[in-house]
């Protein structure tokens, strides 16, 4: 029994039903993948919950925030519903996209950020949001896009 | 239009204090509520919570003490207690900081009612993104297990992956069950077969947030806030084109003015107001002429909108109404489950039409189409997703019919490329994601 | 709930298009409007798939007292309902329409060159309830296509309306979770992961559920229109299950199985054997001629006359030292036709059937679907039920999600003795209980004695809800043995030596067991399909027919008399046909006719029912009464050593000689795995899908180990075709 496989039964121990951990467990086994979803990944979800590989492709095809496809060492998402486009949202992608030299949705060459657009971040009143690593960064307007950039390929 | 003396309840203290710490929270008085609750009879609590006439703050409004009386009796099965914590409609994010600045009172309020509706299991649903009020969540339910306040209720904090139609109630329960998000046919209803099957509770964030205080001071006392039909606060969610955005909890009934005015401080930048979406984007927006009319349940119908989810967005006139359309249709067709038809196949040809009008492809035909196809997804689907979609942007199209008029007129936007959401890249435009399969040998 | 309503057989009144009818409480609306003579149309509703879904919003009426339409597929009957269909409602006429717009709003309107184009429920419904034109101008959303979900299927992601039939079949009924639906919303797609075949003995079953032409066959595909076949309804003849089939027929050749639902057999499933194998009809080595063996070329053709005349003379050498080994796959009639030319003609008693059967378990019978009604199951041996009944491995996993305690007890003999005591929890439980039934999945012989010794035991013969089914790996081995019974009271003494044998049909031929008996035979003479196994060792070779070439009729391991119908005329006569002709020569008379062999053996096994009686639908006869019955003395079998595991062998559903003709099933057979419990690769640090010696004595086999959770502890279980010499106690380790 492989690490991972333990590591989800033990949170599986916290639902009455172990396949209600599918959710922890993609993203644990995303943590443990370099953000994201190997096929060997979906195995070991699979065999530590008791369903097959293709049960939790399913699950976790459905989800914006688990990948089934490598993404860069820094995840970028710039919120682009109405609240932040609003306020500038559009102009601070467009910075990143300069910056980066990648469109949304695409890796820089070097694999270190992989920009993306999402859908309401849910920070409407400081927005525009952009989340970094997972960790919000409100307001970021394009001004500062640069110096974010920079954060990113100098902390590797 | 009078300015009222702010009332906090759900908020309260939290100005003051750092309420994520337990010893502050109960300097402030937390947790004095659960104490006495638990001193009392469940259908106790349960009539209080009916004389609060607290609604549901999730975005349906449907009264909390009644919802809690529908859960089904001695099946055999344990009771749940789930919280929606899944807030993803663009434009709020009041739970968000509900959970981060009053992470005690929410926890409290859990507490609070799963002793009401005999529950000893509780599941706090919570948006995936939210990563740093996960960690503040989790370290107030840490404290609560140290001081032992949990009383052998079991919280379990789930966290969600990204996907907006999970914050709806079945939707939900069947991601909690581990499956994809997509919702389920009702009836049953949750208080009767909700999670694994069992009688379910689910309430919003906000919702079981408001509890405490109601077991404090009473369900007469809420009820005294607010106005007719729609008792005590909001923490509404300002923001777009507005000075000050933010969280504001204010009482129910003070008026859109007030809030986007004198709250908010305005839209900036001597800009004119030209819209505004008074409950989250899925409901019809109001013209700059209707903000006369109060945040209330009642008020927002007779205006034909919702209170939603108490989501102010504030459009000024720099805003292209067909852009406002796309984005918002976009958002709708990335976010349907792709379980029933009409939302799944109708979202993404609304999305068309609408591009196409916005790119000046399209004829006047095709205006009545983009209505029609939203009339035939209007009232058809599985759960509200679809009709989410279809209301707010027949809504644009009635409501300003004419700029919608002069992109075909006109061979194109009229804003000629100064339009604030001006090329703007939905998620679903970045998709990547080739739908194509390699051939098993 | 739903269930419950049913019970209580209250009777409510429901309006529909303002016709009243009285339906049992509970009863689904669609099934309601059908009393009324009222269709809903209906894409995703499916209740053999469990609840409704709700899903494709075809169903939309309205309801009296509901604001909005209703996706009735998902309410049932309460008394005093009113509904409007289409039919009179113009708010449900309209929201139809536009379910149906939306659909096509994507769906490629590619009906000339659809194999679905003619039988298509979308087509149908769009011409009755749709849009008359499109209203779409943009370009339709394209994929690739067609994807091979695997050998047997091709998927039309373009044609897919999403209605999730097929992943709700994969998830809910076969429960082998294989196909999915991927992504979200407008993007969504069905398919397998990584795109791996979708490998599961019931995966056949999607194409027939789904609605449009999305799910087809690769066998099916492109080779007929609706207008130019005819389905023969007949069973199939693969396994002992004897699921009732559609033939589909066109100029002369079966070009697909499709499924005949029997409710209390098949349920309306087909396994893939059932399915996709029929192919081997027309396998590159089918015999159509007589076949002698020859100096020159091994083997040479001859003529019916010259054929009948050699059969005749081997006959009568033998001097009536002649062994039969029958397949335990000829129908009745054969059995019994061939039993009364060599038993009142030759005086040849001796058969050879690959397992005992007997009436003992007529007392106990009961149909397939008590399986799902039951509230006990007790499974005995190891033998994977699917690979050896396959549709009573659907029965079972309908009958857990029931809420049914479905057991597994292993090693059969042992668990029957085990169980038979009077101190056993598991004995208590089914002796207590109204609704139990016993499965025997093992190969040991006497499985039907030792059951039905057992049923009687625990008291099942005052039980009408408990039962038991013995699996036996013939298809009708009890039809073939009571035929050959009933030719003849004289007793069978074996001949000393052996003068000939007689091989009736594939699987004897196949059969090592026979193999071995024709070593010590003089001659030989086999019945056979395919050259390919009688190459070698027949002196004779006689063509054979499938049982989709055959009239007549087959006894299913309920003991449920079914009735075969030639779809297909055979490339030669049919064995009734010879058989009669070589009777004569020895003043034995015998029709070529199905009908009329059946008659004159009805007479002596089925109380005299006639031929047409037995029905498309056949009914289950009643119980007999219980014989006294003790547990068939066994010597104990013997213990494994500390370490060893007992080795389980087994026929897999996807083997033997139909399956090994056919390119689609080949993916099917299993692979080179040796199956272990969780327990036991833990104890020897063994992980899934490594590779392991599995050692007996100085015979050792490298095999992947597959950890399969449903498994008892202490066994290795090992498919016929990878076990090699293995037997008894095996050890596994690493290599």
């Known amino acids: 029994m492989t690490e991972l496989v333990q590591e989800i039964r033990e949170i599986a121990g916290h639902y009455p039903d172990a396949r209600s951990a599918i959710l922890p467990a993609l993203h644990l086994a995303q943590k443990r993948n370099d953000g994201w979803l190997p096929p060997q990944a979906l195995e070991e979800v699979g065999t530590a919950l008791g369903v097959t590989p293709a049960y939790v492709q399913s699950v976790a095809s459905f989800y914006d925030m688990l990948h089934l496809a490598p993404v860069g060492q820094h995840l970028v998402e710039v919120c682009t519903n109405v609240s932040c486009a609003l306020v500038g949202a559009q102009q601070v992608v467009e910075t990143f996209q300069r910056e980066l030299g990648v469109r949304p949705g695409e890796t820089t060459e070097d694999g270190t950020v992989t920009l993306k657009t999402m859908e309401c971040a849910g920070g409407c009143g400081w927005a525009p949001v952009v989340v970094v690593d997972h960790r919000y960064r409100e307001p970021v307007r394009a001004e500062d896009v640069p110096e974010l950039v920079g954060e990113l390929r100098g902390g590797g | 239009m009078a300015s009222r003396e702010r009332v906090t309840v759900v908020l309260a203290g939290a100005d003051e204090r750092d309420l994520t710490k337990l010893v502050e929270y109960r300097k402030a008085g937390g947790f004095k509520s659960l104490a006495k609750a638990r001193k009392m009879q469940p259908p106790g609590i349960i009539d209080e919570l009916l004389t609060s006439g607290l609604r549901g703050r999730g975005g349906a409004g449907f009264p909390m003490g009644r919802k809690a009386s529908f859960l089904a009796k001695d099946t055999g099965k344990p009771v749940y207690l789930v919280v929606n914590a899944d807030e993803s409609e663009p434009g709020d994010f009041k739970d968000r900081e509900i959970m981060f600045r009053v992470p005690h009172r929410l926890l409290e309020g859990c507490l609070i009612t799963a002793h009401a509706i005999g529950s000893q299991n509780v599941f706090i649903y919570l948006r995936g993104e939210y990563t740093h009020e996960f960690d503040v969540l989790r370290a107030a339910l840490d404290e609560l297990r140290e001081a032992k306040l949990l009383g052998g209720v079991t919280v379990v904090i789930h966290r969600g992956a990204g996907a907006y139609i999970c914050g709806e109630e079945t939707a939900l329960l069947e991601s909690l069950e581990g499956k994809r998000g997509q919702p389920r046919s009702k009836p049953p209803f949750p208080a009767v077969q909700g999670l694994y099957a069992s009688p379910t509770l689910i309430n919003n964030v906000e919702t079981i947030a408001t509890v405490p205080a109601i077991v404090e001071r009473g369900g007469a006392w809420y009820a005294s806030l607010g106005v007719e039909n729609s008792a005590g606060t909001r923490v509404f969610s300002l923001s777009g084109n507005v000075v000050n955005g933010g969280n504001y909890e204010l009482e129910l009934g003070t008026s859109l003015y007030e809030l986007i005015y004198r709250i908010g401080g305005g839209i900036p930048e001597g800009r004119k107001l030209k819209a505004v979406i008074p409950g989250g984007s899925s409901v019809p927006v109001l013209t700059a002429g209707e903000i006369q009319y109060p945040l209330d349940f009642d008020s927002m119908a007779e205006a034909g909108t919702m209170l939603g989810s108490g989501a102010v967005i504030v459009i000024d006139d720099r805003c292209c109404m067909v852009q406002l359309g796309l984005r918002v249709a976009q958002f709708y067709q990335h976010e349907s489950c792709g379980k029933c038809t009409p939302c799944r196949e109708g979202t993404r040809w609304m999305v068309q039409l609408l591009r196409a009008i916005e790119d000046g492809r399209a004829e006047h035909s095709e205006l009545d189409l983009l209505l029609d196809v939203c009339d035939r997804i209007l009232g058809k689907c599985l759960c509200p997703l679809g009709d989410a979609a279809a209301m707010p942007v027949a809504s644009y199209v009635t409501k300003f019919a004419e700029e919608y008029r002069q992109h075909i007129d006109e061979g194109g936007c009229p804003f000629g490329g100064e339009s604030s959401l001006q090329g703007v890249i939905a998620p679903i435009d970045q998709h990547t994601l080739t739908p194509v399969a390699v051939i098993p040998a | ?735």
């Open chain 3, 1 to 735: 709930m739903q269930e419950a309503d049913r019970m209580s057989g209250e009777l409510v009144t429901v309006t529909v298009d303002d016709r009243k009818v009285q339906v049992p409480k509970g009863t689904g609306i669609v099934e309601a409007a059908i009393h009324a003579g009222i269709e809903i149309p209906v894409f995703c509703y499916e209740p053999r798939l469990g609840p409704a879904v709700g899903a494709c919003r075809m169903c939309l009426c309205e309801v009296e007292g509901m604001p909005k339409l209703q996706a009735v597929c998902t309410m049932t009957a309460q008394d005093g309902m009113v509904i409007r269909t289409a039919q009179t409602s113009a708010k449900a006429a309209e929201g139809q329409n536009a379910t149906l717009e939306f659909i096509l709003v994507n769906h490629p309107l590619d009906c000339p060159v659809c194999d679905k184009g003619g039988e298509c429920p979308l087509q149908d419904l769009t011409f009755r309830w749709g849009p008359g034109n499109t209203r779409m101008e943009f370009e339709k959303r394209t994929l690739e296509k067609p994807i091979p979900i695997s050998p047997a299927i091709a998927l039309d992601r373009e044609r897919c309306i999403l209605c999730y039939r097929c992943t709700r079949f994969s998830e809910g009924v076969a429960e082998d979770g294989q196909l999915i639906a991927r992504n979200r919303g407008a993007l969504s797609l069905i398919g397998t992961f990584e795109d791996l075949p979708y490998r599961a003995p019931f995966s056949g079953n999607v194409i027939e559920l789904c609605p449009v032409g999305a799910l087809t066959s690769t066998q099916y595909r492109f080779t007929g229109r609706p207008w130019e076949i005819q389905n023969v309804p007949t069973i199939c003849g693969l396994c002992p299950v004897g699921c009732n089939v559609h033939a589909t027929m066109r100029e002369g050749k079966v070009r697909r199985m499709l499924s005949r639902n029997h409710p209390q057999v098949d349920e309306g499933w087909l396994c893939d054997k059932g399915r996709f194998a029929y192919t081997h009809l027309y396998a590159r080595d089918r015999i159509s001629d007589p076949l002698r063996r020859s100096r020159r070329r091994g083997f040479e053709e001859l003529s019916w006359d010259d054929a009948l005349d050699e059969a005749e003379r081997l006959l009568r050498e033998a001097e009536g030292r002649i062994v039969t080994a029958l397949s335990g796959s000829e129908t009745v009639e054969q059995a019994y036709a061939l039993g009364k030319l060599l038993r009142k003609g030759l005086r040849a008693h001796t058969a050879f059937l690959p397992e005992e059967t007997g009436s003992a378990l007529d007392a106990y019978r009961l149909p397939l679907s008590a399986i799902r009604d039951a509230e006990l199951v007790v499974v005995l041996g190891d033998e994977p039920v699917a690979e050896r009944a396959p549709i009573v491995d659907l029965w079972l996993r309908a009958a857990r999600r029931e809420g049914a305690h479905v057991e597994h007890t292993g090693d059969a003999i042992e668990s029957c003795r085990r169980l038979a005591g009077r101190d056993d929890p598991l004995g208590k439980r089914l002796r207590e209980s109204e609704r139990a039934i016993l499965i025997w999945s093992a190969e040991e012989g006497s499985g039907g004695a030792h059951l039905a010794a057992l049923a009687g035991e625990l008291g099942f013969r005052y039980k009408p809800g408990s039962g038991a089914f013995h699996l036996p790996c013939t298809p009708n081995g009890r039809g073939v043995a009571d035929a050959w019974a009933a030719c003849s009271d004289d007793e069978a003494e074996a001949p000393e030596s052996i003068g000939l044998l007689v091989v009736s049909g594939d699987e004897a031929a196949a059969d090592p067991n026979v193999r071995a008996l024709a070593e010590r035979a003089e001659r030989v003479i086999v019945t056979s399909m395919f050259q390919g196994l009688a190459v070698g060792w027949a002196d004779l070779v006689l063509p054979g027919t499938s049982y989709l070439e055959r009239d007549g009729t087959y006894v299913n391991l309920e003991g449920r008399l079914q009735r075969l119908r030639r779809a297909a005329i055979p490339p030669a006569p049919d064995e009734l046909a010879w058989i009669s002709k070589l009777a004569e020569r020895f003043e034995v008379e015998l029709p070529p006719y199905a009908s009329a062999v059946f008659a004159e053996l009805s007479e002596l096994i089925y109380d005299g029912l006639p031929f047409g009686e037995v029905g498309e639908q056949a009914e289950l006869r009643t119980r007999s009464e219980a014989p006294a019955a003790k547990l068939p003395d066994e010597t104990p079998s013997p213990k494994p050593r500390k370490g060893e595991l007992r080795l389980v062998r087994y026929r897999p559903l996807f083997s033997g000689p139909a399956v090994e003709r056919v390119p689609e099933l080949q993916f099917q057979r299993p692979p080179p795995e040796v199956e272990l419990s969780p327990e036991d690769a833990e104890t020897r640090k063994i992980l899934n899908g490594e590779s392991v010696m599995v050692k007996h004595v100085d015979v050792a086999r490298e095999l992947r180990a597959r950890i399969n959770p449903s498994l008892q502890p202490g066994i290795a279980r090992v498919a016929n075709d990878h076990v090699g010499e293995l037997g008894g106690f095996v050890e596994v380790s690493k290599p």
